[in-house]
């Protein structure tokens, strides 16, 4: 889960550096996703 946080990160980094305009539809989807991710990732380590 932490990669694919990472490699999300990473994705949403290029994109904004390619394109000032945060409101794309890519940019937001992914962060979106990202946001999920880390949700889902935080709240088992939470757990454990």
Do not use: F, G, P
């Amino acid at each position: 889960m932490k990669e694919q946080i990472e490699l999300l990160r990473e994705s949403l980094h290029k994109l904004m550096e390619i394109n000032s305009c945060l409101y794309s539809n890519e940019v937001v989807k992914l962060s979106q996703e990202l946001d999920k991710l880390i949700y889902a990732y935080y709240s088992r380590a939470v757990e454990i």
